[in-house]
């Protein structure tokens, strides 16, 4: 089992990652797959919220670790209108936000089914 520490390094090394990949310029490439910066959005921020959970989870309830991570991609997405060269995207918030529910979803179940 990973302990507690190591998942807070994992948060703060992913949460870094993020800041850097979101005030980055960003090549000019078509995608190939339609909307996959929409389902990266979730799995990133899914992924942030899973980590928040493991690292702070005994000293936070759930719903304030996602409003702390909601608000971050939200902070992100304005830094980014700041930047001239990235814009700012409501989908992408609201795709931060999917991601946040569906992993805060999955804590709540595994939680119960380990209850059991």
Do not use: C
């Amino acid at each position: 089992m990973i302990a507690k520490q190591y998942f807070k390094v994992f948060f703060w090394l992913f949460l870094a990652a993020l800041l850097y990949m979101s005030l980055s310029p960003v090549p000019a490439v078509t995608p190939s797959i339609q909307n996959i910066d929409k389902m990266v959005h979730v799995g990133a921020y899914g992924l942030l919220f899973a980590l928040a959970v493991k690292a702070y989870n005994a000293r936070l309830p759930l719903w304030a670790l996602a409003v702390a991570t909601m608000v971050f991609g939200v902070s992100m997405e304005w830094a980014q209108s700041l930047t001239g060269y990235r814009y700012a995207e409501p989908m992408d918030m609201v795709a931060n936000g999917t991601g946040i529910a569906i992993m805060w979803l999955l804590v709540i179940l595994i939680r119960r089914y380990r209850a059991q």
